[in-house]
């Protein structure tokens, strides 16, 4: 059984953020794996954890790889309630616009604000996170590739589509 959660909505606009904006407003910058992610449920709201492996976290230009699995915790996600007694389980989602979804075993790069306090940590919601693929290309957080840093802005590569001549 699954049962979808909508909490009260409310519009939001996200402003653009330079690569300057996402490291000047982060507390701190981490690259790592997708370990895991469970789902925990905090009152009324879900949040998901996810542990990071192989992690390497910059503050203030300082990088250190770390020797532990540090966790993001995010609102949203799946949660799974178990009923013993009668032998079933119900799902209950929550999820937000424009949150960021992950997958295990994927490599991303994370600006974050108060992880842990926050009920979203990541710097101007999608665009704090960046996903590494494994050949090395380096996409924003909709898996639009990112080709170069110019002006301190992410440049993507778009593909245009054309039919007759005339873009769509």
């Known amino acids: 059984m699954y049962y979808c959660q909508f ?12 690569i300057t904006d996402l490291v000047n407003h982060s507390d701190y910058v981490i690259e ?5 992610i469970h789902a925990v449920r905090s009152g009324k709201n879900i949040y998901s954890v996810l542990r990071l492996d192989r992690a390497q976290v910059t503050i203030n230009g300082e990088s250190t790889v770390l020797d532990y699995k540090p966790s993001v ?9 178990k009923d013993e007694d009668n032998d079933t389980e119900t799902t209950i989602i929550q999820k937000l616009t424009g949150m960021p979804e992950f997958s295990i075993g ?5 600006f974050l604000k108060n992880n842990g306090t926050a009920k979203i940590p990541f710097v101007g919601l999608s665009q704090g996170v960046i996903r590494v693929s494994k050949n090395g290309l380096v996409n924003d957080n ?6 170069r840093i110019e002006a301190m802005s992410l440049l993507k590569s778009f593909l245009v589509l054309s039919t007759n001549g005339k873009n769509l």
């Open 142 to 147: 909709a898996g639009t590739p990112i080709t």
């Open 32 to 36: 790592g794996d997708v370990l895991t």
């Open 106 to 110: 994927e490599r991303v790069v994370l």
């Open 73 to 81: 915790r995010f609102i949203g996600g799946n949660y799974v309630m």
């Open 7 to 18: 909490p009260l909505s409310r519009a939001s606009i996200v402003e653009y953020m330079t």
